[in-house]
């Protein structure tokens, strides 16, 4: 309870959430001169923030063959809420694995980085659902189909690409490239360029 406000228009925002828990949205309310607190014009009783869950997501690239992480793969996080609104992605919640880097000149709300040889961790991100996207793969590699993963309530839905958090190991989302291959056609021929058999 905050005591003796005079009216006017006010905002409460949040800095920091509890861990474990979104960063709500800021509330603007209004207490008018008959001593009545509207939100978005109507009268409330309360003022009630509410914060979402979060969760950590490790964001894994490796070889599709030996399973081992693959560095310089160009990749982009971007998600969206139950109301298809772009989740803003917090560039100092990610935490950059060896050799990784962070696209600074990057200015959607996802993130942008470069993959190193450890995997690298995303922090505090909120339900939503979330892809992946291979912008390019590392030379000798073909780039990968994207990975759609969704949280709710905290945790990231189980899929084929998932592996479950445990204890206080963050779930893992893991992409995998496959080396690019081709087919290369043989032939044997004498000098005059007819085919030799045997």
Known sequence: TIKNLKPGTYTLTEITAPKGYAQAETITFELTADMKVLVDGKEVDKIQMVDGYA????LSKVDAEGGEELPGAEL???GVDKNNNEIVID??????GDGAKLDDSYTGNGVKYTSGTTSTLVKNLPDGTYTLHENAAPAGYDVATDITFVIENGKVVSSEFVTEATGNNPAVVTMKDDLLKKDVVFSKTDVAGDELPG
């Open 55 to 58: 969760t950590d997501v490790a």
């Open 91 to 96: 560039k100092n919640d990610v935490v950059l």
């Open 76 to 78: 982009t996080l971007t």
